[in-house]
């Protein structure tokens, strides 16, 4: 069970960066990047959950908020890019 779920994260994980780096817009790459947050997530919580340990829950909590500012971060900046073009 465990094995099957390391690998369809590590698909997940590689699916979202051919996005990230294909693109075509910016809103993929911004979607690309919070599902990379999202995996990254994901493998502390299945860390947590293989090994028994709870610091791996504290760990995904703090990649999850990070990961929440950094995407707004990055939509804003989009956003006020695209403002100047228009």
Request: with cysteine; hydrophobic share 60%.
């Amino acid at each position: 069970m465990n094995a099957a779920l390391v690998g369809l994260l590590g698909l997940a994980v590689a699916l979202a960066a051919l996005r990230l780096v294909r693109g075509p817009g910016d809103a993929d790459r911004i979607v690309a990047l919070d599902l990379l947050s999202a995996c990254g997530v994901a493998a502390c919580v299945l860390a947590a959950a293989q090994s028994g340990q709870v610091l791996y829950l504290d760990v995904a909590l703090g990649v999850a908020l990070v990961a929440f500012v950094g995407t707004l971060a990055w939509a804003r900046a989009v956003a006020r890019k695209g403002d100047r073009r228009g």
